[in-house]
């Protein structure tokens, strides 16, 4: 029977995946790019119907 812990597994080098501030980073690089793009369709919006609602908001 071995003494080592179950549960305590060595650490493996070169295995795939993303650690929780690469997740994070990510979904901040997202969520900036998708503001800036609902804005830009917004503006785009009111070019071609300035009367709608949404525009005398902005």
Do not use: F
Request: hydrophobic content about 50%.
């Amino acid at each position: 029977m071995s003494s080592e812990n179950p549960v305590h597994r060595p650490v493996r080098y070169g295995q795939a995946g993303w650690t929780i501030i690469q997740t994070m980073v990510a979904l901040l690089v997202a969520g900036v790019a998708a503001a800036a793009v609902v804005d830009i369709l917004i503006d785009k919006r009111c070019e071609a119907d300035a009367a709608r609602w949404i525009c005398a908001r902005r």
